[in-house]
Nanobody
Framework: QVQLVESGGGLVQAGDSLRLSCAAS????????MGWFRQAPGKEREFVAA????????WLTDSVKGRFAISRDNAKKTVYLQMNILKREDTAVYYC???????????????????WGQGTQVTVSS
């Protein structure tokens, strides 16, 4: 079992930045890919970004490219989501997720992840 704890959410204005953190503990050796998803009110959960522990391969959804960046600290078993130039449409609960595969073509599918954090709220006001 892997435990994931997100932090760093909050209320910001459009154009501001936030950095989310996801600390992993427990059977972290069983995880190879880490992802960030988000869910806005009334909408389905959507993929935001992913990174592999080993190689550091990263993926970002198109709507956040150029504004968000995902990174990891292997020693701390922590993954970060740096969010810049935030927009109102970025408002959502952000979830961290962990998956077992070294590589997958379906990195943006929630089904590739078997551990989830409790989520952290990000609210962007105009």
């Amino acid at each position: 079992q892997v435990q994931l704890v997100e932090s760093g959410g909050g209320l910001v204005q459009a154009g501001d930045s936030l950095r989310l953190s996801c600390a992993a503990s427990g059977r972290t050796f069983s995880t190879n890919i880490m992802g960030w998803f988000r869910q806005a009110p009334g909408k389905e959960r959507e993929f935001v970004a992913a990174i592999t522990w080993n190689s550091g391969w990263t993926w970002l959804t198109d709507s956040v490219k150029g504004r968000f960046a995902i990174s990891r600290d292997n020693a701390k078993k922590t993954v970060y989501l740096q969010m810049n130039i935030l927009k109102r449409e970025d408002t959502a609960v952000y979830y961290c997720a962990a998956g077992p595969k070294l590589w997958t073509a379906n990195y943006n599918s929630s089904q590739e992840y078997d551990s989830w954090g409790q989520g952290t709220q990000v609210t962007v006001s105009s």
